[in-house]
């Protein structure tokens, strides 16, 4: 099975603090994606990466930036907390991106900025 | 800009009661739509995925349709189950994913 795991389910932060979220995935997927979930908003994606050291803004960028340096590994990077970045972020991945394949999601990391 | 909307966005039944989720979106090129199921807290899990060429899928009491020209997908479960309570997302993909709201379902024992 394919396993998507994040460093963290639970994060409490501060503003103005730097924030790192980590996705690990375990069947060698070229693309990796970053959603964050609200409540009555649903999944909106904020960045996603489709090779090593490639990167593409998703539909909500702003306050946000990635790394992908291994193939296996997709951080999400908050420069500066704020309050209104409180939210559940979900990492997924995908072997290719082709239209018969799924997105494998990871468990969550609810984080909380006050 | 790719809008799915999902209704209602929260629904109770009796266990046993046949389940319909509705899911429309607005641009028909599309590559495929999938439903996945999200319980409290957790990630989101696959449970059909419906190529643009197909008209439904099926696995077990789940079967999902697609009507790509009027923009619609229906989530129907038969028989359900308390097991079954969970909030069931619907996502467009026209190269990225967009998804729907969700419906909250509580299935009553």
């Known amino acids: 099975d394919v396993k998507v795991t994040q460093s963290s389910r639970y994060l409490v932060k501060r503003t103005g603090e730097k924030v790192f979220l980590e996705c690990v995935q375990d069947?060698?997927?070229?693309?990796m994606f970053w959603y964050r979930q609200d409540p009555g908003l649903g999944l909106r994606l904020i960045y996603f990466s489709y090779d090593v050291k490639m990167k593409e803004k998703g539909d909500i960028p702003e306050g946000y930036s990635v790394s992908r340096e291994k193939k296996e590994r997709f951080s999400l990077i908050l420069e500066s907390a704020s309050t209104n970045q409180t939210s559940m972020y979900l990492c997924?991945?995908?072997?290719?991106?082709?239209?018969?394949?799924?997105?494998?999601f990871g468990p969550g990391t609810r984080l909380l900025v006050l | 800009k790719q809008e799915v909307t999902q209704i209602p966005a929260a629904l109770s039944v009796p266990e046993g009661e046949n389940l319909v989720l509705n899911c429309s979106f607005t641009d028909s090129a599309i590559y495929n739509l999938q439903w996945f199921r999200q319980d409290p807290g957790k990630g989101l899990t696959s449970l059909l995925l419906i190529q643009s060429s197909q008209r439904e899928q099926t696995s077990g009491r789940l079967n999902a349709s697609l009507d790509k020209s009027s923009g619609r997908s229906t989530l129907y479960i038969a028989a359900s189950q308390p097991g079954d309570s969970a909030t069931y997302l619907c996502a467009v993909n026209d190269y990225k994913l967009s998804f729907g709201a969700g419906t909250t379902v509580t299935v009553r024992a």
């Open positions: 069947m060698d997927h070229e693309n």
């Open positions: 997924a991945s995908i072997q290719s991106g082709g239209n018969q394949e799924t997105q494998y």
